[in-house]
């Protein structure tokens, strides 16, 4: 059976699970391989991982263009996705307006789950955002850290803490059973970050890899964006 592989940031693989089937009755290809830290997925292809598209985030996917790993002329946006908040799915929703509501929220919690704070988007955000609000210590044992966002929100659901709280890609949290989005990270403390495919230069079906773009980004999966939680 023929397959894509992919190299993908875990905010994209909602998405890209959505497309699976039409992807298929297109190319007759399946798509294989790994969804994660954006900056360890970079590096996977840097170290000559086996990959014919990559979506990563736009500077992450512009650099790797500059390393002639990407070909600079296929990149296209997929969209943009914002960080977010989560909770337990049944758990009163996390409302925060402020950056003063923030860190009250994250000090009532007893865990909070996030992904890879020195690889993952979402991750190196929040470990900034904490120092932003002046409690990167007295949150550091309230962390609950996992490779990546999916896998954090898995975590997250499955957690016995009495008040747990998650953050991280808002694509990540709707793709999760178990846990429900509560709103995006307040005003001075948000992010929203652009998500980029591209075809690397090593393809073994440059073809295949430029359908799937089509895919991505087409006019006709702009709802099918929206429900995977991308805002534009």
Known sequence: MNSLNILSGGAAQGLVGSLTQAFKAQTGFDIAGEFGAVGLMADKLRKGASADIVILTAALLARLAEEKLVVAASIADVGLVETALAVRAGDPPVTVRDAVGLREAILASDAVFVPDTKASTA?????????????????????RIFPNGATAMRELAASDARRPIGCTQSTEIISTKGVTLSGSLPPGCELATMYTAGITTAAAHPQQAQELIGLLTGADQREQRKRAGFVS
């Open 123 to 143: 991750g190196i955000h929040v470990a900034n955002v904490l120092q932003q609000l002046g409690i990167s210590d007295q949150a550091a044992d309230r962390l």
